[in-house]
């Protein structure tokens, strides 16, 4: 069945909106600016980097409440028919609390590996969350991997390994001059980032996903609760001392929220960088939850492949990375894990070309078929009245 125009527009918004966050990200931690003590400095703040995405996340909330509202006047239903706003909303937000906490853990850690090595291998690195859902849905969820999963784990863990290899051969350094060790310790953190990831999707799937509560009010509601607790966290990070690879902010703590305003107050770059990374989770969200719904969850997988793929093609072109062979290498063994797990076979690929081929052809035979007919129905000029 061919693709829609609406579903279409879906996946493009996924893909370009998708990108936009990780390299909005990115652009902003490489960014110079005037901070608290009038020094001119890299933009070096991932909690309150974690903080703006949240802010993404809530918008999701506010778009839900105005979609419901909308629906309601209607009166005649709607908001229990259309797909963004039917479903259970009469529940505890409470419920969220717990995978909040957790997104809210992973995504700090995650930029702080941002921070520390390129835009395409923390998106590449992101991938091992199969690996750890995986074995998190057998211990806790009862569920029986079979053998093509297994299969799609271990390419995921070669591919990830080839990843890790090219970062750690290679000689030359990221965009904000991070050395070899500062690399691979941001991979590392990216990695230990999917654990806790992959633990939120396991306690969703066993305690949310029965609930039935709308997507963009679940999302909204992590994001409000992540929001709220991580800018009050970020109260006593401004008295925690540390030190370099995992923050290099002038005051030499674990965040500092006044020097991260002043610093965008007075960078329109970095005015547009967070308003990127803001806008552009809620239309990641929101694209992503509505792909899965109008298509498949598998073709939301494919999606932020090619999302990879175009973060990857950007740091090359524009943030200082060097093409490596090994990577490409890695990326296709992960991206065949990834279709593996997702039961996307080379097999299923062939049938499914093959079956577009097919379809074209016969379309093609149709349409001459009905304008020979058509032509034939004509009436003939040169028969006598």
């Known amino acids: 069945m061919a693709w829609t125009n609406y579903q279409i527009f879906l996946a493009l918004v996924m893909v370009i909106t998708g990108s936009i966050n990780t390299l909005s990200t990115k652009w902003a931690d490489g960014i110079q600016s005037k901070g608290k003590n009038d020094d001119l400095h890299v933009?070096?703040?991932?909690?309150f980097q974690a903080s703006c995405m949240f802010i993404g996340e809530m918008l999701c909330l506010f778009t839900f409440k105005i979609l419901y509202k909308i629906y309601s006047l209607r009166a005649d239903g709607s908001e229990d028919v259309k797909e963004l706003t039917r479903g259970n909303r009469h529940f505890s937000p409470f419920v969220l609390f717990l995978p909040a906490m957790c997104d809210m853990t992973a995504t700090s850690i995650m930029?702080?590996?941002?921070?520390?090595?390129?835009?395409?291998?923390?998106?590449?690195?992101?991938?091992?969350?199969i690996i750890f859902v995986g074995l998190l849905s057998v211990g806790f969820l009862e569920r029986i991997l079979k053998r093509r999963e297994w299969v799609g784990i271990f390419f995921v863990i070669i591919g990830l390994a080839v990843v890790g290899v090219?970062?750690?051969?290679?000689?030359?350094?990221?965009?904000?001059?991070?050395?070899?060790?500062?690399?691979?310790t941001g991979d590392l953190l990216i990695v230990i980032a999917q654990i806790i990831t992959a633990i939120q999707m396991v306690v969703e799937e066993k305690y949310?996903?029965?609930?039935?509560?709308?997507?963009?009010?679940?999302?909204g509601w992590e994001g409000f609760f992540g929001f709220t607790v991580l800018g009050l966290l970020q109260i006593p990070f401004y008295y925690i001392k540390a030190g370099p690879?995992?923050?290099?902010?002038?005051?030499?703590t674990l965040e500092d929220a006044i020097d991260a305003l002043i610093q965008i107050g007075n960078s329109w770059q970095l005015v547009f960088a967070i308003l990127g990374t803001i806008i552009s989770i809620a239309f990641f969200n929101f694209a992503?939850?509505?792909?899965?719904?109008?298509?498949?969850?598998?073709?939301?997988?494919?999606?932020?492949?090619?999302?990879?793929?175009i973060i990857w093609i950007v740091s090359l072109m524009f943030m200082g990375q060097k093409f490596h062979w090994l990577q490409l290498l890695g990326f296709v063994a992960?991206?065949?894990?990834?279709?593996?797990?997702?039961g996307i076979t080379c097999t299923l690929v062939?049938?499914?070309?093959?079956?577009?081929?097919?379809?074209?052809?016969?379309?093609?035979?149709e349409e001459d078929s009905i304008i020979e007919n058509r032509t034939a129905d004509l009436p003939d000029d040169s028969t006598p009245a």
């Open 245 to 252: 690879p995992f923050t290099n902010n002038p005051n030499g």
């Open 334 to 342: 992960l991206l065949y894990g990834m279709c593996l797990y997702n």
């Open 208 to 219: 949310v996903a029965g609930l039935d509560i709308p997507p963009l009010q679940a999302i």
């Open 288 to 309: 992503g939850i509505s792909v899965t719904k109008e298509i498949s969850a598998t073709t939301r997988m494919v999606l932020d492949s090619v999302r990879t793929i």
């Open 166 to 184: 090219a970062d750690f051969v290679a000689k030359d350094t990221n965009a904000e001059n991070h050395g070899r060790n500062d690399i691979i």
């Open 350 to 365: 062939f049938v499914k070309v093959r079956a577009l081929f097919v379809r074209l052809r016969y379309r093609n035979v």
């Open 111 to 129: 930029y702080i590996g941002l921070n520390l090595t390129y835009a395409s291998s923390f998106q590449m690195f992101r991938g091992s969350v």
């Open 43 to 47: 933009f070096d703040h991932p909690f």
